[in-house]
Nanobody, 115 residues
Framework: QVQLVESGGGLVQPRGSLRLSCVAS????????MAWYRQAPGKPRELVAT???????NYADSAKGRFTISRDDAKKMVYLQMNSLKPEDTAVYYC?????????WGQGTQVTVSS
């Protein structure tokens, strides 16, 4: 059974930083496209960043210049480094792994940006 488990969320002050981690129990992790999504209260889930098996990355406009997605295929992990955090970044952040018809989600980790 495939599992994605996020960690690293928490409470941080505006302009602070957090690093989210996700470990995946996927046997062929290296060819999966991995992504981070987030969902704020009362809003739909939105894409934050993606990274392909080849290492190509893509970011939502809200994340460009502040967030960095990366992966370690040997450890089957994906990371989201978040800098210069804003209150509007407050949300539950979800790890996602996708390959063809396979689409897996983690349980989410809460990020709260507040003074």
């Amino acid at each position: 059974q495939v599992q994605l488990v996020e960690s690293g969320g928490g409470l941080v002050q505006p302009r602070g930083s957090l690093r989210l981690s996700c470990v995946a129990s996927i046997s062929i992790f290296r060819i999966y496209t991995m992504a981070w999504y987030r969902q704020a209260p009362g809003k739909p889930r939105e894409l934050v960043a993606t990274i392909t098996g080849g290492g190509s990355v893509n970011y939502a406009d809200s994340a460009k210049g502040r967030f960095t997605i990366s992966r370690d295929d040997a450890k089957k992990m994906v990371y989201l480094q978040m800098n210069s955090l804003k209150p509007e970044d407050t949300a539950v952040y979800y790890c996602n792994g996708r390959l063809l018809q396979n689409n897996y989600w983690g349980q989410g980790t809460q990020v709260t940006v507040s003074s």
